[in-house]
């Protein structure tokens, strides 16, 4: 009988379903990745960017998004013609499967929060893949943006996995140019006016810094202490780099102010 059963019309029939399940999973790979390049020249190669005015870190953001979507519908819709090879109902499967989500919708009520929160983020660009950021008490740069997590990398190299739903405030340190402060202690005894020539010197010296894009320039006493006041410098810089332009201006302070023989302030002595 078992014969009777295994033909080689049986065989047949499994061999052409093999062949058309095969078919289906590379036509299913293929259209993936054909569709994934199409979204890179969207994006990168002149069309979106220029055209719809994007910019590169918000494109590369959308860019990994829509892989993603185009992904799992993608492998979905394989699924689904792999199951009707084998003559399950994928109509009532479909439709189970809506019955059993609105179910677990009830219960994954964070999940849900997570994804509206993701899709907000995204729609309103408030950080995009590579932005520096701060949330809560986390910061670092942006690895991924994804409608349920962002990927968090801070300085330590730690990566910190966060649900969308719980970003409540965001700090974005990259999208605007920040502000370099250095505040110089200058004792009583100092000639104030000399002292306010050599720091425009080191302004002019160091605004030609690719880092900073106005100033630096004088602020002039901000501050005025029993034993010293207190000048200030600012200059706009490219995001995160402020610290190394305060750097540089302080160097540049101490060697003028050392070649002058500026006098430094002295701490006041207690006296009984």
Request: neutral net charge; hydrophobic residues 50%; proline residues 3%.
């Amino acid at each position: 009988m078992l014969n009777d059963i295994i033909t080689s019309d049986f065989w047949l029939i499994i061999a052409s379903k093999a062949v058309r399940i095969v078919l289906i999973i590379v036509a299913a790979v293929v259209i993936q990745r054909l569709l994934g390049a199409v979204v890179d020249r969207f994006f990168f190669a002149g069309g979106g960017i220029k055209t719809l005015h994007f910019e590169e870190k918000r494109a590369q953001t959308l860019t990994e998004l829509l892989k993603t979507l185009m992904k799992y519908s993608a492998y979905f819709i394989a699924s689904v013609a792999i199951l009707a090879e084998f003559q399950i109902d994928t109509t009532s499967l479909i439709a189970g499967a809506g019955v059993i989500g609105i179910a677990l919708g009830v219960g994954a009520q964070n999940l849900i929060k997570d994804f509206i929160t993701g899709f907000f983020i995204i729609l309103e660009d408030q950080y995009a893949m590579g932005d520096y950021i701060m949330t809560d008490n986390l910061a670092g740069k942006v690895e991924e943006v994804g409608f349920r997590v962002t990927k968090l990398r801070d300085v330590n190299g730690v990566l910190h996995i966060i649900p969308n739903g719980v970003i409540t405030r965001v700090s974005n340190h990259t999208r605007a140019p920040l502000q370099a402060i250095v505040n110089i202690p200058v004792a009583h005894e100092a000639d104030i006016d000399q002292v306010l020539n050599l720091l425009e010197q080191v302004c002019d010296a160091k605004k030609e810094m690719a880092e900073i894009v106005e100033g630096p320039k004088i602020i002039g006493i901000v501050d005025y202490q029993a034993s010293h006041v207190v000048v200030r410098l600012v200059a706009k810089t490219v995001p995160l780099e402020q610290v190394k332009v305060e750097t540089a201006l302080r160097y540049g302070i101490k060697q003028l102010f050392a070649e002058h023989k500026i006098p430094q302030p002295q701490p006041l002595v207690n006296r009984a």
